[in-house]
């Protein structure tokens, strides 16, 4: 009962305030991957000895990446309405007729071609202006991250965003989208804190140089 009430609320709001729906449920989504990335770094990465030094979760660091779904949760909508109108699964006019299969890999791929790279470059740069970083360093980290975190995206997404075209309604692929994301921002997380900790380490080097 409260998840079909969950849902009633959901659908509400989407059809009074869709983008704003959209830009807080996407927020929320990619902060909870965060705080699952932050913990599970503490799990894995650290060794016996550092275990025993106190941890303190990173609140900023959550905070960015709930500015960063916010900000995209209404662009990823208007994205998919684009799909929608230009992309139909079924011929015009039909609501139930058969999906097609060709058009349904041609929505796929215009996801994957199109948005992804413009999402994953947004991701990129838009982590390293709030995270105070320079145009040379967030310039190193295109150069680091773009292109792995783009073959990875590649690997992951065209099955999901599949089912997601393919079953679920409108005003709900971007929820799906952003739950399936909590392990992708979990991806993201992790790869971003790597980049913080070779930048940060290669900038320490360089002033005890200086």
């Given at each position: 009962m409260t998840s079909v009430a969950l849902a009633r609320v959901y659908q509400q709001s989407?059809?009074?305030?869709?983008?704003?729906?959209?830009a807080f449920t996407n927020g929320a989504l990619n902060a909870?991957?965060?705080v699952v990335a932050q913990f599970t770094q503490r799990v894995v990465e650290q060794g016996?000895?550092?275990?025993?030094?106190?941890?303190?979760?990173d609140i900023p660091r959550t905070l960015r990446f709930f500015a960063f779904g916010f900000g995209m949760g209404p662009l990823i909508g208007r994205w998919n309405f684009?799909?929608?109108r230009h992309f139909p699964l079924?011929?015009?006019?039909?609501?139930?007729?058969?999906?097609?299969?060709?058009?349904l890999a041609r929505r796929v791929g215009a996801d994957q071609l199109f948005m992804?790279?413009?999402?994953?470059?947004?991701?990129?740069?838009?982590?390293?202006?709030?995270?105070?970083?320079?145009?040379?360093?967030?310039?190193q980290?295109?150069?680091?991250?773009?292109?792995?975190?783009?073959?990875?995206?590649?690997?992951?997404?065209p099955l999901a965003q599949l089912i997601n075209f393919r079953f679920m309604p409108l005003p709900y692929r971007v929820p799906f989208q952003s739950t399936c994301g909590v392990f992708w921002t979990l991806y993201l997380?992790?790869?971003?804190?790597?980049?913080?900790?070779?930048?940060?380490?290669?900038?320490?080097?360089?002033?005890?140089v200086k």
């Open positions: 989407f059809e009074s305030h869709p983008y704003t729906t959209l909870l991957g965060d016996p000895e550092e275990r025993r030094k106190e941890w303190r979760y684009f799909l929608e079924r011929s015009l006019g039909s609501k139930t007729g058969k999906v097609s299969v060709r058009a992804a790279p413009i999402g994953l470059g947004i991701f990129i740069g838009s982590m390293g202006i709030m995270e105070g970083r320079d145009a040379e360093h967030i310039k980290r295109y150069k680091d991250l773009y292109k792995p975190a783009l073959m990875a995206n590649w690997q992951v997404w997380s992790l790869l971003n804190a790597k980049e913080d900790e070779i930048q940060d380490h290669d900038r320490d080097t360089q002033h005890v």
